[in-house]
């Protein structure tokens, strides 16, 4: 349903939201604990930071972190910056500009269910819900002295 680029954007995100506030997190790093190519990392974090969401500081003590608390930031707002689609919520068929329970395309009636659960799930699921599971695989992956194992 979201396009890759979401999906790495997510991915990234919800990585830095495991990180503590006040610290910045080099886009190598970044990109290596991701695994999101770091080319095409740096081009969705510029969109990121663009829109307020990632703050980036160059310099050797440089790197990204979020531009809010995670649980401020919502799926939606990710989304939409590169699945044009999102938005607009057209119809499924691209038979219509908006599809309506007054003018319905022929799948209107089936899609409208998933499709309203689809965007109220983007919609109330914060960057902080999907880190959860990322923060507590990168502690499982915690070495004896508390130090984190190389993802490969």
Known sequence: M?????????????YLATQPRDS?????????NTGVPKNYLSKILLVLGNAGIVEA???????????????????IRVVELF??????RDC??????????DDPCTAHHAWRPAKVAYFE???STTLLDISSEEKSR?????????RRSKRR
């Open 138 to 146: 990168t502690v499982r992956s915690a070495g004896p002295a508390g």
């Open 57 to 75: 500081v160059r310099g050797a003590a440089g790197g990204y972190r979020l531009a809010r608390p995670p649980q401020k930031i919502p799926l």
């Open 92 to 101: 499924l068929l691209g038979l219509r500009q908006t599809c309506s329970d």
């Open 24 to 32: 910045m997190l080099g886009g190598q790093e970044l990109s290596r």
């Open 2 to 14: 979201l396009s890759v680029t979401s999906q790495h954007a997510l991915r990234a995100l919800s």
């Open 121 to 123: 799930f983007l919609e």
């Open 83 to 88: 699945d044009r689609h999102t938005g607009k």
